[in-house]
């Protein structure tokens, strides 16, 4: 399996860092061609032109000032509505800085679960947390969120709710807020949704719905687009010049990206049959820039729903970073779920796998990317010739 989460007797774990930069402060939680052997370029002038990438488009903030707040806001951070989940909420400097998803753990693995989550809030410098339990089963739900109360007494719980029924319960906050046959949620007239709406914020009906989104195309189609695929592959292995088809895979995203109506089906299996070549792949890895991964998670989607299972390894993986790029955890998980069916060997998928494993936030891909380009760039330089 994909996930460390795992260990815990099978739950599914998805992570995301905050792209809507929600504020959650603790006082209101209550209340609410040759390039020529080119030097690539430097570090500092690389990360002044991801910085300039990121800023191009503020992120949307919503204030989360109360619980029902922090219950509308929790779909658009993990980009699905959860069902039997629990969800934490990592916040630093009165903002969120990760949230993690899991299946509901059995009420046995709550100390080690426990355990996870104070790693992860030491390593985030986490100053609070927020832990949700969704779950049509009250008493098991009410059970593990008590366990990891104790467990993770030592910081600061932000808030504690179960969610059940159309209703939700605070933990923390005692008989004052939370009447004993709970609180309506409705939110589709929350102010958030419909802030998070305008915004142009995504979120799916459930976990599966966005597992569906990432299988391809039906199986019955498959010997069709392999036939193409192998049409494809000949004209390719036509151009005799390495550097040309680098530069095929580059004009054909940016052509990709700049139409708004998606890619045909052509056009996808063309760009799986050019990143079955590793250098090609990464190059296209590459090109993916926080402050674009959604035109690039919305491209490589495109890609894998035209392509058989043969062709979707490198297409998945490049679906899989733009999402977690892009802080969907979730839709790296659902692509590490389906790698591990179809091609559990790829070397890219165990890559996936480890940031799923260790939580590793969207913040970390500058870093990787500063060594990674260079190293590309000199590929790029020895294929030129």
């Excluded at 609410?32 to 300039?52: E, I, L, N």
Aim: with cysteine; glycine share 6%.
């Amino acid at each position: 399996m994909c996930r460390a989460i795992h260990r815990f007797a099978g739950p599914a774990h998805d992570f995301v860092s905050s792209t809507q930069t929600p504020d959650m402060t603790a006082s209101e939680k209550s209340a609410g061609k040759r390039p020529a052997r080119r030097k690539s370029a430097p570090r500092k002038a690389r990360r002044r032109r991801h910085r300039q990438e990121r800023q191009v488009e503020a992120p949307t903030r919503l204030r989360v000032r109360r619980p029902d707040d922090l219950l509308a806001m929790i779909p658009y951070l993990i980009g699905f509505h959860p069902d039997e989940d629990l969800v934490t909420v990592f916040v630093k400097s009165g903002r969120v800085r990760l949230t993690t998803r899991t299946d509901i753990p059995p009420e046995s693995a709550g100390e080690e679960f426990a355990e996870w989550i104070a790693a992860l809030a030491k390593r985030e410098g986490a100053e609070g947390l927020a832990l949700v339990a969704y779950s049509a089963a009250s008493l098991p739900a009410h059970r593990l969120l008590t366990r990891l109360m104790d467990r993770l007494s030592d910081h600061e719980l932000i808030d504690v709710l179960y969610v059940g029924h159309g209703k939700w319960w605070s933990l923390t906050c005692g008989n004052e807020c939370c009447p004993l046959a709970g609180t309506p949620l409705d939110l589709s007239s929350h102010p958030l949704s419909a802030t998070a709406v305008v915004a142009g914020l995504n979120v799916r009906a459930s976990r599966l719905e966005l597992e569906a989104s990432v299988c391809g195309p039906d199986q019955h189609d498959c010997p069709r687009l392999e036939a193409l695929a192998m049409t494809l592959l000949e004209d390719l292995e036509q151009l005799d010049d390495p550097a040309a088809a680098t530069h095929l895979i580059t004009t054909t995203i940016d052509a990709a990206l700049a139409e708004s109506g998606g890619i045909d089906e052509r056009t996808g299996l063309l760009l799986a049959v050019l990143v079955t070549d590793v250098h090609r792949r990464d190059r296209a890895w590459a090109l993916i820039r926080p402050g674009a991964a959604d035109d690039h998670v919305r491209l490589w989607a495109g890609v894998v729903a035209h392509v058989p299972p043969i062709l979707a390894a490198a297409p998945l993986c490049l679906l899989g970073m733009a999402g977690w790029i892009g802080g969907s955890g979730a839709l790296l998980n659902c692509c590490c779920d389906r790698l591990a069916r179809i091609h559990p060997q790829y070397s890219m998928g165990r890559l996936l796998s480890e940031i799923s494993e260790r939580a590793i936030p969207p913040s970390a891909w500058e870093e990787i990317m500063d060594g990674s380009l260079a190293e590309l760039d000199t590929e790029s330089a020895l294929l030129a010739g």
